[in-house]
């Protein structure tokens, strides 16, 4: 595939349920290009999954491995990189990942994120209380903190409310090939 590109990181951020992983990893799949979930990183070295990290060495813990996963890999180039939600915590993390990157933000509605964690609680402790009602007023508060740090960090939105990650990852290859 003829990019321009060039050997830049494709780098998705974004709020859980949004739709990072599943469209990054399609992305890697069109670009021949290497795939790194930093989420599934972390669970493949450490064997445990985030819910127990958080539970038995808490969230502290998995920062920090998050930070040391992306001083890791921001160094290197033409990768696919799908990131947690909460990677824009850290304004380090945003830092390496710009340098060498491309950075597109996913955003999505909160019914829509809300129905899509569901079938993935294993990865997401934040959002794991028990009942939808919490469930969605927790959502609601972390998406309010959350959104203004992935909007100042994007070189690109995207609402993926309504989109499959295939169509996700077709619009991203569209831009990129635009620039
Ligand atoms: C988190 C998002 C999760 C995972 C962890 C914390 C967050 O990743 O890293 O549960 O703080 O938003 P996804 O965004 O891939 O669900």
Same mark, same amino acid.
């Given at each position: 595939?003829?990019?321009? @590109?060039?050997?830049?990181?494709?780098?998705?951020?974004?709020? /859980?349920?949004?739709?990072?992983?599943?469209?990054?990893?399609?992305?890697? %799949?069109?670009?021949?290009?290497?795939?790194?979930?930093?989420?599934?990183?972390?669970?493949?070295?450490?064997?445990?999954?985030?819910? !127990? /990290?958080? *539970? !038995?060495?808490?969230?502290?813990?998995?920062?920090?491995?998050? !930070?040391?996963?992306?001083? %890791?890999?921001?160094?290197?180039?033409?990768?696919?990189?799908?990131?947690?939600?909460?990677?824009?915590?850290?304004?380090?993390?945003?830092?390496?990942?710009?340098?060498?990157?491309?950075?597109? *933000?996913?955003?999505?509605?909160?019914?829509?994120?809300? %129905?899509?964690?569901?079938?993935?609680?294993?990865?997401? $402790?934040?959002?794991? @209380?028990?009942?939808?009602?919490?469930?969605?007023?927790?959502?609601?508060?972390?998406?309010?903190?959350?959104? $203004?740090? @992935?909007?100042?960090?994007?070189? @690109? /939105?995207?609402?993926?409310?309504?989109?499959? $990650?295939?169509?996700?990852?077709?619009?991203?290859?569209? !831009?990129?090939?635009?620039?």
């Amino acid at each position: 595939m003829k990019t321009n @590109y060039s050997d830049k990181n494709i780098v998705l951020i974004g709020f /859980m349920g949004t739709g990072k992983t599943s469209t990054g990893r399609i992305i890697a %799949k069109k670009t021949k290009r290497t795939f790194i979930d930093t989420d599934e990183f972390i669970e493949a070295e450490t064997g445990i999954s985030i819910k !127990e /990290m958080f *539970a !038995e060495k808490g969230e502290k813990y998995f920062r920090k491995l998050e !930070e040391k996963l992306v001083k %890791k890999i921001s160094g290197k180039k033409k990768q696919v990189i799908s990131t947690g939600g909460g990677i824009v915590k850290n304004s380090s993390n945003v830092k390496r990942l710009k340098k060498n990157g491309i950075l597109f *933000a996913l955003k999505a509605g909160e019914v829509v994120i809300l %129905k899509r964690v569901s079938a993935q609680k294993d990865k997401r $402790p934040l959002l794991d @209380y028990g009942n939808r009602a919490l469930n969605l007023k927790k959502l609601k508060v972390l998406l309010a903190k959350r959104l $203004p740090l @992935y909007t100042a960090a994007a070189d @690109y /939105m995207l609402d993926t409310t309504r989109l499959t $990650p295939a169509k996700t990852a077709q619009k991203i290859l569209c !831009e990129l090939k635009r620039q």
